[in-house]
């Protein structure tokens, strides 16, 4: 299975952003999907993910209200909308699937329950 994450770049604190990540070699629609994030001399952390049906999201407390993930199973992609940036938010994003189906926030917040990660794609947001 590979992952193909885009749509990172530069943007204004309270700009936007919508990234992408586009999946092949495998079944989009039985994976569950995440978004993690790893900024400047940080480890890598969870930000959102979205089950195989797309009917439950969790999200990290830092983007909640700001972030949207969402997915297409006709397109094999999963998306993050990225509102309200803020420097903090400044981060290689990686997404990741998973062939389980279990889907709880606290299971979906760690990395280890992720088969298939993608290359990062970066986002700055400047001040």
């Known amino acids: 299975v590979q992952l193909q994450a885009s749509g990172g770049g530069l943007v204004q604190a309270g700009g936007y952003l919508r990234l992408s990540c586009a999946t092949s070699?495998?079944?989009?629609?039985?994976?569950?999907m995440g978004w993690f994030r790893q900024g400047p001399g940080n480890e890598r952390e969870f930000v959102a993910a979205?089950?195989?049906?797309?009917?439950?999201?969790s999200y990290a407390d830092s983007v909640k209200g700001r972030f949207t993930i969402s997915r297409d199973n006709a397109k094999n992609t999963v998306y993050l909308q990225m509102n309200s940036l803020k420097p903090e938010d400044t981060a290689a994003y990686y997404c990741?699937?998973?062939?389980?189906?279990?889907?709880?926030?606290?299971?979906?917040?760690?990395?280890?329950?992720?088969?298939?990660w993608g290359q990062g794609t970066q986002v700055t947001v400047s001040s």
């Open positions: 070699g495998g079944t989009f629609s039985g994976y569950v």
């Open positions: 979205i089950a195989r049906s797309g009917g439950l999201t």
């Open positions: 990741a699937a998973d062939r389980s189906n279990y889907y709880s926030g606290n299971y979906r917040r760690a990395q280890s329950n992720y088969d298939y």
